[in-house]
């Protein structure tokens, strides 16, 4: 049972590069959320989805694009990689919304460096 | 502005003692509140829960407690142990958009034999 698998765990890159960081599950979860970890800041949610076609801002959203046109695949896009972007890269399922208690699912993270 | 709040950022604890662990919330509009727990080089994993109309959710030796007057949470552990080393983030889920959470800043607890 893999659960949530991002790739790649880490990457660097040079200011205005572009990359996806990608995120799959296999729980068959409708929702499914990117956050990213900075010191001192805890997570913050930068893009969520509550299904196939269907996506949302979070707290964090500008230089980000995501997609979402299957159940199990949830890209997260930099547009123009800036330093500030420089953070830990989570993201994170659950259970439809009827049965939900705020229980997400990690994966286990990608490092971004930009440069 | 931030609508959860986690005011310490280590906590130390021997063996055995009880751990505390605090967080403060301003918004009315969560219906859940959980906490996780994260080890180094890991993604965050659930711990437990506590819908907003309760008071108190047990779980082993895990307890957390629901202070609705003063916005305010709390994550006990008895008797902590040195697994239990990690940092710890509380969250709280909205009561709309799906399983979107808001969490505070983290409270790294070490827990010394």
């Known amino acids: 049972n893999a659960g949530v698998t991002q790739t790649p765990k880490f990457q660097v890159l040079k200011t205005g590069q572009s990359m996806t960081l990608q995120c799959a599950q296999d729980?068959?979860?409708?929702?499914m959320s990117w956050y990213r970890q900075d010191p001192g800041m805890g997570l913050r949610l930068i893009h969520y989805?509550?299904?196939?076609?269907?996506?949302d801002q979070g707290e964090v959203p500008n230089g980000y694009n995501v997609s979402r046109s299957t159940t199990e695949d949830f890209p997260l896009r930099l547009l123009s990689a800036a330093p500030s972007q420089t953070s830990v890269y989570f993201c994170?399922?659950?259970?439809?919304?009827?049965?939900?208690?705020?229980?997400?699912?990690f994966g286990e993270g990608s490092r971004l460096t930009v440069l | 502005d931030q609508q959860v709040k986690q005011n310490s950022p280590s906590l130390s604890v021997q063996e055995g003692r009880i751990s505390i662990l605090n967080c403060d919330y301003t918004?009315?509009?969560?219906?859940?509140f959980l906490w996780y727990k994260k080890y180094p080089a890991e993604g965050p994993t659930f711990l437990i829960s506590?819908?907003?109309?309760?008071d108190k959710n047990e779980d082993g030796r895990f307890t957390v407690f629901l202070n609705k007057s003063a916005k305010h949470l709390s994550l006990h552990i008895v008797p902590s142990q040195p697994g239990d080393s990690a940092v710890y983030f509380c969250?709280?889920?909205?009561?709309?958009?799906?399983?979107?959470?808001?969490f505070g800043e983290g409270t790294q607890l070490t827990v010394n034999p």
């Open positions: 994170a399922s659950s259970e439809p919304q009827g049965a939900n208690t705020g229980e997400l699912f």
């Open positions: 729980m068959n979860h409708e929702y």
């Open positions: 989805s509550v299904g196939a076609g269907i996506t």
């Open positions: 918004n009315s509009m969560f219906d859940y």
């Open positions: 506590i819908s907003s109309i309760k």
């Open positions: 969250a709280a889920k909205w009561k709309r958009g799906g399983s979107r959470l808001t």
